[in-house]
């Protein structure tokens, strides 16, 4: 059986300097003769690892949100369609052997916690994790050093949502 890597990634347009290092990581994980797996889209990171590996002749997995795979990377080889929305996430990192996360929103950090909780090694590449959660949105992460402070963030939160 091949060594399956997945790459786990934002979705939104990547920079010149995060594109570069996406398509750098596709073509190394394809030089070493492993499988790539990605959430399949057409942006982002997922695309642009995919570019890289398939152009330096290695297997790429796209594992798809949606059931008609209309949203699908060109450079993707095998697209799953799941139908399942960001559940497949789950699908993502069960499959990898490891997985390395390149920076992301809440969808790659729910990647990252299903793949530490599976038991699987994740590699985290230019960004923290804890930061990104930190910074993510709709939710937020807040920090309280006490349960007092905790119930005053609760209530500062809960009061502009209900005004």
Do not use: F
Not at 73 to 92: E, F, K, P
Request: a negative charge.
């Amino acid at each position: 059986m091949r060594t399956i890597i997945g790459v786990m990634g934002s979705g939104r347009p990547l920079d010149g300097a995060d594109h570069k290092r996406a398509l750098e990581l596709g073509r190394l994980v394809a030089e070493h003769g492993w499988v790539l797996l990605t959430g399949g889209t057409a942006s982002g990171v997922m695309d642009a690892v995919s570019q890289g590996a398939r152009e330096a002749g290695g297997l790429v997995v796209g594992v798809l949100k949606s059931d008609d795979g209309a949203e699908c990377s060109q450079y993707v080889d095998v697209a799953i369609r799941t139908g399942m929305g960001d559940a497949r996430n789950a699908i993502n990192v069960l499959s990898s052997d490891l997985v390395i996360a390149l920076p992301g929103g809440s969808g790659t950090l729910s990647e990252v916690a299903l793949a530490l909780k599976a038991g699987r090694t994740v590699i985290v590449l230019g960004w923290d994790p804890g930061a990104a959660m930190r910074a993510s949105e709709p939710g937020k992460l807040l920090d309280a050093a006490s349960p007092e402070e905790a119930v005053t963030l609760a209530a500062g939160y809960l009061n502009r949502l209900h005004h």
